[in-house]
C-alpha cells in the first residue's frame, strides 16, 4: 500500500526559507520508473504544480517558480525534500506529495493527505 | 507553459452524464498530449480518475468506475471527461491536466454540481 504524507511548519514569515518533507512508504525511489513531486493549492484555488525527483535523481521543475525552488530525495529514510526561498503571503497554500509512475505514461497517482502553509509576519 | 482552459462550472442531474472539456491553446495540439483527470472533493486531496490519449491508448485508475472515461474533440482542441448515471457523491472539483515540455500543467478545475 502506498501512502505518503507531508510535513513541516505550518507558519513561515515572509522572505523565509520553506523546508517541507514527503515521506513515503509502500515503494522505494530505486525503483526505475517512479518519482516524487510536489503540487500545492492555495485556499480556493486550482492545483499547481511546483517540482518532480525521478529514481534516477534527474529533477524537474516549474518554469515559474524554478529559481526558488530545490528538491532532493534521501532513498534510505524514503524522504523527499523540498526547499521554497524567499517565500510571500502568495505562497499560501496546502502542499501536496504525489507519487508518480509510469505504465504508458506518467500519471500522479498516489497523493498525500497535504499540510497547509501559511505566510505571515 | 501552456494554459489549458477548463469552464468554472457545470451541472448536470442524478443519473444523468456529465461532460466537462479542458480545451488546450491553439499552438498545440490535443491529439499530442494525455489528458490526465483528477476528482477533488472538499478537504480531501485530488484523486486520480484516468488519462486519455486515444481510444488504444488510456487507463483508469485504481478502483475508479467504468462510468468515468475520457475521450477528445480534436475539432475544439479539447479532452473531454464524460461521467455517466450520475451519482450525488460525484459532486466535486474536477481538474485535468498534461505534461508539457517535462513539466505539468493543471487546468483551472470545474465544480460540478449534481442537482
Known amino acids: 500500500q502506498i501512502t505518503l504524507k507531508e510535513s513541516g511548519p505550518t507558519l513561515v514569515k515572509p522572505t523565509q526559507t520553506l523546508t517541507l518533507t514527503c515521506t513515503f512508504s509502500g515503494f522505494s525511489l530505486t525503483t526505475s520508473r517512479l518519482g516524487v513531486g510536489w503540487i500545492r493549492q492555495p485556499p480556493g484555488r486550482a492545483l499547481e504544480w511546483l517540482a518532480v525527483i525521478y529514481w534516477d535523481d534527474d529533477k524537474r521543475y516549474s518554469p515559474s517558480l524554478m529559481g526558488r525552488l530545490t528538491i532532493t530525495k534521501d532513498t534510505s529514510k524514503n524522504h523527499v525534500v523540498l526547499t521554497m526561498t524567499n517565500m510571500d503571503p502568495v505562497d499560501t497554500a496546502t502542499y501536496y506529495c504525489v507519487h508518480t509512475s509510469y505504465s504508458n505514461t506518467w500519471s500522479l497517482d498516489y497523493w498525500g493527505q497535504g499540510t497547509l502553509v501559511t505566510v505571515s509576519s | 507553459q501552456p494554459v489549458v482552459t477548463q469552464p468554472p462550472s457545470s451541472s448536470a442531474s442524478p443519473g444523468e452524464s456529465a461532460r466537462l472539456t479542458c480545451t488546450l491553446p491553439s499552438d498545440i495540439n490535443v491529439g499530442n498530449y494525455n489528458i490526465y483527470w483528477y476528482q477533488q472533493k472538499p478537504g480531501s486531496p485530488p484523486r486520480y480518475l484516468l488519462y486519455y490519449s486515444s481510444d488504444s491508448d488510456k487507463g483508469q485508475g485504481s478502483g475508479v468506475p467504468s462510468r468515468f472515461s475520457g475521450s477528445k474533440d480534436a475539432s475544439a482542441n479539447t479532452g473531454i471527461l464524460l461521467i455517466s448515471g450520475l451519482h450525488s457523491e460525484d459532486e466535486a472539483d474536477y481538474y485535468c491536466?498534461?505534461?508539457?515540455?517535462?513539466?505539468?500543467?493543471f487546468g483551472g478545475g470545474t465544480k460540478l454540481t449534481v442537482l
Open positions: 491536466m498534461i505534461w508539457s515540455s517535462n513539466a505539468v500543467v
